[in-house]
């Protein structure tokens, strides 16, 4: 845990921190969305601390704020601590004493204090690889049972496997303990149930230096009949081998969907036979299944300047397979006949129901009362496209259209009955405020509204509450 710590006060993962007498508070950038707070009171000769985390001890974060602490005692305005003067009043003795029921608690701290070790002349790498692997290893097998773990843990499993890569690259472990790592990471890879396949293969991708740790991981991957373990072979024979034939022997085995073409169309390009990557190309935009729009883009760059009619072809399947604005607007461009391709575009999306996109191109061509129109009908819903954006778009030239959507979403939320739905109530209220007071020009019309609902909902403590924020502002 404490160089974990290290690591985060290294990388500047601590922010805001705050001192107010005895009692420092600070932020930990961590793993979730919200930094972990992390609370330390200086209590005479006893330190107290807490953290947000769920891990329940001394944790990484509170390492990571000590560590800032005494880096910037300076700035802080007095000494929090001074850990030279403090430990300087012990014995040799008396601090190995004290320091050894630590090691027995602490991995991290047993691991740099190897490495310290190392810095006089003893090599202790191998204690270093069994520190982190055994714990990591422990973690895996609890994994693979469950079906996955806890956050700290996976967090605790990244780190250690970093280090441990850290350890091969140096070239600090011999060639058979890194085949015994290999091996052990591809059996959970193979087991498939850890949650972490990613992090697992790349780990191995990682510390594979030669042909014969190539080999051996194809050798490996092949007890499978899984496709994507079919297609990492592939990668290591194209990309890390550079055995051209042992490729397209593995990919030509293998052509079945429109990525498999592509795949092997890439290569050839990559190979300065574009010819042939177009013939691939072409071929998998007929047999291929699934996605197939990375194909109709390499031939619609191929044709563009050589063959209009097919150039247009592919646009066209383009925007069939992904119907987007941008698209539309690449096909119209391109078009040398924009009506018939736009009245043939508009059609299809109609068909399809893509309503958000056709709301898209309306805003992109100025037809305003259609989108007012998908703003405001019920019928048209995208999963999408959100109609808020749309609304926010036109609440200029259609404000009392605008303010009537959002009113309706208000008393939606209103009926939700929850704290968190009337902050949502109350965020819709803050968009019909600044309509009616920064288009509309007209302060007394809100008034009335919101005393209205506060009076409709009177028995409702909680939304009135939320409302303040609302008369506030």
Known sequence: MYAKGVDYFKN???RNILKMGDTVKA?????????YGVKIIFDGERIRYSCSCPYGETCKHIIAVLLALENRKDRLGEEV??????????SKEELIEMLIPFLHLDKDLKVTLLRGVSDKGKDTSLETYREYWDETKSLLEEFQSYGGGAEEDEDTIYYNLEKITELFKGGKLSTEIKKEFIDSMLDYYLG??????DLLIDSVFEIAENREDWLHII????????????????????DHLNDKEKYLEERMRELEYGMDYYDLAEFYKENGEEEKAVEIAQEGAIKGKGRKIELYELLFEYFKGRDYEKALKYLREIFQEKMSLDNYKRLIGFSGEKERDLAW????LNKRREWGVLAQIDLHEGRYENVLKYVMDKNYDSFFHSKEGFAEEIKDKYPLEIIKFYKEKVLRF???????SYREAVFYLGRIKRIYLEILKDKVSFKKYIQELKQQYANRPAFLDEVKRIDNT
């Open 81 to 90: 601590i001074d850990w030279k003067e403090n430990l300087s009043r012990f």
């Open 414 to 420: 209103i009926e939700q009955k929850s704290r968190r």
């Open 27 to 35: 932020e930990v950038i961590g793993t979730m969305p919200q930094p």
């Open 345 to 348: 575009a508009l059609s299809l």
């Open 192 to 197: 498939g149930n850890t949650g972490l396949d």
């Open 219 to 238: 050798e490996r991957l092949r007890e499978t009949n899984d496709s994507w373990d079919k297609k990492l072979i592939m990668d290591i024979y194209r």
């Open 12 to 14: 500047g993962r601590v």
